[in-house]
């Protein structure tokens, strides 16, 4: 699991969204960012939770949030994801795994007994700074939205 704590410095990351736009931490200052990972485009807990953060867009604009979401799915897949679910917010399509690996989010785990490697659903709240503010590794996928924004 990450190893990414309240307080260090966030990744310099750098990544092509799902329309092949890129996005780097740098594009965020002064802005608070949500960058939350997710194990795979249009599977029933990653759209809950991306669903639960679209519908409350409009409280993290409200509080000056931009919202990034990140998974190793193809720029295909993640355009078909957002336009289905006509997301506010893009999509990394990661598929070097990148930024994954940068946060420390890929790793094992374990399904109906099997062992494999893949994307632990993590979010990120990164300040206008780029430090970690906060690491949510127990995500409410149904009431994610109210997780980060609990403060408010």
Known sequence: MTTLKKGDKAPDFSGLDQDGNAHKLADYKGKKLVVFFYPKASTPGCTAEACDLRD????????????????????AKQAKFKEKFDFPFPLLADEDKSVIEAFGVWGPKKFMGKEYDGIHRTTFVIDENGIVDEVIDKVKTKAHADQILKEM
Do not use: C
């Open 56 to 75: 409350n867009f409009e409280r993290f604009k409200a509080n000056n949030y931009e919202l990034l979401g990140v998974s190793a799915d193809a720029q």
